[in-house]
């Protein structure tokens, strides 16, 4: 195989991993998984959701926090390689329940993940974040339809996922 064929495929690992970083950071805040969620960031590395601060507390704060259910869905996903630093945008939006003064209404959020991801020791994890908001909306909740499903999701190490592979066999 000649480099040009050689550096493409690397180019294109590369990506697949970055990406997968993110889906592992997803699903980590989405079940509050702290090991999971710090397993896409580098050691030191910074998160800014608007104020800067170490990724392990995002993590340790999403973890033992108080809420009952996140949901992200990730879009438009940009990756500028250079070298063993990447610049990466990516689009998403979440939805989670809020509750206040006795009502509950569904948040919708949209933003953008804005980072430096960098390859050390041969793996690729988040070393600077800043969340950027793009627009935000309650929407109060009237009425939550029957039976929603027999599996619920859950948030932490109860979910079906974590057990996917013995339920599946």
Same mark, same amino acid.
């Given at each position: 195989?000649?480099?040009?064929?050689?550096?493409?495929?690397?180019?294109?690992?590369?990506?697949?991993?970055?990406?997968?970083?993110?889906?592992?950071?997803?699903?980590?805040?989405?079940?509050?998984?702290?090991?999971?969620?710090?397993?896409?960031?580098?050691?030191?590395?910074?998160?800014?959701?608007?104020?800067?601060?170490?990724?392990?507390?995002?993590?340790?704060?999403?973890?033992?926090?108080?809420?009952?259910?996140?949901?992200?869905?990730?879009?438009?996903?940009?990756?500028?390689?250079?070298?063993?630093?990447?610049?990466?945008?990516?689009?998403?939006?979440?939805? !989670? =329940?809020?509750?206040?003064?006795?009502?509950?209404?569904? *948040?919708?959020? #949209?933003?953008?993940?804005?980072?430096?991801? +960098? @390859?050390?020791?041969?793996?690729?994890?988040?070393?600077?974040?800043?969340?950027?908001?793009?627009?935000?909306?309650?929407?109060?909740?009237?009425? !939550? =339809?029957?039976?929603?499903?027999?599996?619920?999701?859950? *948030?932490?190490? #109860?979910?079906?996922?974590?057990?996917?592979? +013995? @339920?599946?066999?």
């Amino acid at each position: 195989m000649d480099d040009a064929t050689l550096n493409r495929l690397r180019e294109v690992a590369d990506r697949q991993e970055i990406h997968q970083t993110l889906m592992r950071y997803c699903r980590g805040v989405d079940r509050a998984d702290e090991d999971l969620i710090n397993s896409a960031f580098h050691p030191g590395a910074v998160d800014d959701h608007g104020t800067p601060r170490p990724a392990p507390e995002l993590a340790r704060g999403v973890a033992t926090g108080t809420q009952r259910q996140l949901m992200h869905f990730m879009g438009n996903v940009l990756i500028d390689l250079d070298g063993d630093t990447a610049f990466v945008e990516s689009y998403f939006i979440s939805f !989670s =329940p809020h509750d206040e003064n006795g009502v509950t209404s569904t *948040r919708t959020r #949209a933003g953008r993940y804005l980072d430096r991801f +960098e @390859r050390r020791d041969g793996a690729w994890k988040i070393a600077h974040r800043l969340v950027v908001d793009e627009w935000a909306r309650l929407d109060e909740l009237t009425k !939550s =339809p029957e039976g929603i499903g027999v599996h619920v999701g859950v *948030r932490g190490p #109860a979910d079906a996922v974590y057990h996917l592979r +013995e @339920r599946l066999r």
